[in-house]
Structures are given as structure tokens and as C-alpha cells.
């Protein structure tokens, strides 16, 4: 399996806090990702990372942010929570040879 | 656009076989996906085509058809383990991304 780690695993918030979640890898993959699953939807692309400081965004990624400092370490920081960011979040990464993503185990936040 | 089509759920029985389908519209083709999502879990590489035909791989089979936008996953002999959501994938234009369909839920009944 890959290794990738997503931290923390669970996460209850109250709306206007803000919120980082933190994805780790130790495969030096240069793509990784921020999506969110939500009943209905499947997985939505927030935002991407083709390299160290090099991001974009997705779908959906309005209300996020993104950083990534090091190959293995990209975070996603909800500013301003609020409730509609309720979700599963998943980190994937690819090294890009055919696009293949392996996923992290997954973040549960709730926003109250 | 880009788009995929997958049923959302289907029940099948233990023991038995099913196909789910997936039918997609993008601008180029680079491949297609299949992952299985077991409940409160992470999506996990079933399978890839790129070439039209079948690729087999134990109990589990894909097909694609690039002419057709279309492909199916296989599931041979059920098993209660094999109840998950399994998602249709392909990569966008940049080849970096994928679109990802809604998923179909399988449910497996004795």
C-alpha cells in the first residue's frame, strides 16, 4: 500500500473556526489531491498539486486553500468553516504515469 | 463536457454474477477506471483499460468499448465482502486530473 497518512482522522468544529487537515506522503509522488465525498456527489476535486508550491484549483474550492512546502506534507485549510463543508475528506496521490491515485484512509469533519 | 453515468445502486445475490456499467463523454481518452469503496473506507485501484476488449483478473473482469463511451466491471461468484461502491474513473484532458463518477452501491444479499 501506499504510504499515506491523513491527520487528523476525525475532526468536530464549530462554523467560523478554522480548520487545517494535514495529508501526508512517503512515496515522493509529485501530484496529490484534496477531494471531498459527499452521499450523491462521489468525489469532487478541491484543489491539486503538480509540485512543491505549484497548486491549483478543482471543482469545487471555494471556501479552501491549499499549501504544499514540501514534496510529502500538502494542507488543506478551511478559513472560515461553515456547515456545508460537513464532509469525508480524502487525500490521494499520483505520480502520474497513467494517472493512477492512491488515497489516504480519510478525514470525517463536522461542522456545527 | 466531461461526464460520467453510473447507476446508483444494484442488488445482487451471493454467489452470482453482475455487471455494473459506466458510460462517459470526454473530449480525448486516456484510459479508464474502476475502484472499489468499502463503507467508511478509502477507494482502492480495481482495475485499468486503455485498449478496447476485456481484461480479466480473478473473479473480476472490465471491458471497455472507446467507439461506445462505455465500459462494465465483471463481478464473478459474489461474495458478501465484494458489497462496496465501485466508481468509474477517467482522466481529464491534462491528464493529471480524473473525472470521477457518483459511484454505484452493490449490495449483496445471501
Known amino acids: ?112 | 463536457g466531461q461526464n460520467i453515468d453510473q447507476p446508483t445502486e444494484m442488488t445482487a445475490t451471493e454467489g452470482a454474477i453482475v455487471q455494473i456499467n459506466c458510460t462517459y463523454q470526454t473530449s480525448g481518452f486516456n484510459g479508464l477506471f474502476w475502484y472499489q469503496q468499502h463503507a467508511g473506507e478509502a477507494p482502492t485501484f480495481l482495475s485499468y483499460n486503455v485498449l478496447d476488449g476485456l481484461e480479466e483478473k480473478g473473479r473480476f473482469s472490465s471491458f471497455l468499448s472507446r467507439s461506445k463511451g462505455y465500459s462494465y466491471l465483471l463481478l464473478k461468484e459474489l461474495q458478501m465482502k465484494d458489497s462496496a461502491s465501485y466508481l468509474c474513473a477517467v482522466p481529464m484532458d491534462s491528464n493529471y486530473q480524473l473525472i470521477w463518477g457518483a459511484g454505484t452501491k452493490l449490495i449483496i444479499k445471501p
Open chain 1, 1 to 112: 500500500d501506499a504510504g499515506i497518512t491523513q491527520s487528523p482522522r476525525h475532526k468536530v468544529t464549530e462554523t467560523g473556526t478554522p480548520v487545517t487537515l494535514r495529508c501526508h506522503q512517503t512515496e515522493n509522488h509529485r501530484y496529490m489531491y484534496w477531494y471531498r465525498q459527499d452521499p450523491g456527489h462521489g468525489l469532487r476535486l478541491i484543489h491539486y498539486s503538480y509540485g512543491v508550491k505549484d497548486t491549483d484549483k478543482g471543482e469545487v474550492s471555494d471556501g479552501y486553500s491549499v499549501s504544499r512546502s514540501k514534496t510529502e506534507d500538502f494542507l488543506l485549510t478551511l478559513e472560515s468553516a461553515t456547515s456545508s463543508q460537513t464532509s469525508v475528506y480524502f487525500c490521494a496521490i499520483s505520480e502520474g504515469v497513467r494517472n493512477e491515485q492512491f488515497f489516504g484512509p480519510g478525514t470525517r469533519l463536522t461542522v456545527l
